[in-house]
């Protein structure tokens, strides 16, 4: 991620975010079908998703449809009876409007390295974000903290003993935790969602990277039900479109995908590691949708595998990390292979 330039405490330049293979065809040629991208950590084998009726493409979703998805997403995410969810066109919808939640007048800590939108949006004149190294303590002088469980783009989880003590003392303090939880589909024991309700949490799921379906937009808040009211407003009448709702509701209902899906991401992310550790690469974290790994030649590694049509996330913060998502199958693995060899 790349770090945003400031003015009087505010971020003046957004984040760039992996993904865009229009930025790579402009800057290496070549058409979309010729790319390998393993720029994100979205699941390269999707979720099949099944003709979708009619009716949620020609209407407005009905709330019936909407609660259809969200059923599903209670169970799935194992929503307690305390808490509420939400759904959005996507997580980073739901952050945009987090200041909102947040107030004025707060101190908040963002554990970082991560996604570096939460400085973007967070950033106002009326509101100190700073950056930190881990889950600050009340003691401290924070009113609340931002974190990764796992984080992007290290696969950090921050569920021990002692995070979970710091993030109770905030609590108990009238604090804010936000928790974005993006890749926990891969790592469920450790999600925070089981204590939601508390005042103050407020935990965020993406629907779209472990289903493989970012196209979709939908993702989720779940936190306080006063909280969780104020978002629903605040995002509007049919934020969520009918096939997005329609899709969601069936794929998270799908438990055998799920379970299998688990089992072969896992699997090739110990694959990934291997073939990263055999090319002289350290492996500096990962979650079973991608791995960040590190070199001391990795832009010209990077430079060179782009020259070849795979693209990767490199980081102004640390010239040395480049972030790996999946090949999505035994073509992919073989092409990255053959790249990687040609590199060194």
Known sequence: MVPCDRQGGLIVSPPRH?????????EHG????????????????????????????????????????????????????GAAIVAAPGTQAIIQRLGDLVGTNRRIGIVTPTYGEYDWCLS?????????????????????????????????RHDGEADRKAVDAL??????????????DVAPEASYVPQCGADGLIVLRSFGKFFGLAG???????????????????LGPWAVPG???FVGGRAMRDIAW???????????????????????????????????????????????????HIWLRAFDKDASWLRFGLPGDEAGFARLEKALAAAF
């Open 124 to 156: 106002t004149p009326d509101r100190v974000v700073g950056t930190v190294r881990a889950i600050p303590s009340y003691e401290d002088g924070y009113d609340g903290v931002v974190f990764g469980n796992p984080n992007n783009p290290d696969g950090a």
């Open 258 to 308: 799920v379970a299998e899906t688990r089992t072969r991401l896992a699997r090739d992310r110990q694959r990934l590691t291997g073939l990263l550790e055999r090319s002289g690469f350290s492996i500096v974290g990962h979650t079973d949708l991608f791995v960040l790994a590190s070199h001391d030649r990795a832009p010209a590694i990077a430079a060179e595998l782009a020259r070849q």
């Open 30 to 81: 070549g058409a979309h079908a010729d790319w390998l991208d393993l720029s994100t950590g979205i699941n390269p084998v999707p979720w099949p998703v099944p003709p979708i009726p009619a009716e949620a493409w020609e209407r407005l979703p009905e709330p019936s449809l909407e609660e259809y998805c969200l059923d599903a997403a209670r169970a799935y995410y194992g929503v307690p009876e």
């Open 216 to 234: 979709i937009r939908l993702g989720f808040a779940i936190g306080p039900k006063a909280d969780m009211a104020r978002l629903r407003r605040l």
């Open 243 to 245: 096939p997005a709702l």
């Open 18 to 26: 992996g993904g865009s293979l229009d930025r790579a065809v402009a």
């Open 171 to 184: 609590l108990a303090h009238n604090g804010t935790v936000i928790v974005d939880e993006a890749f926990a």
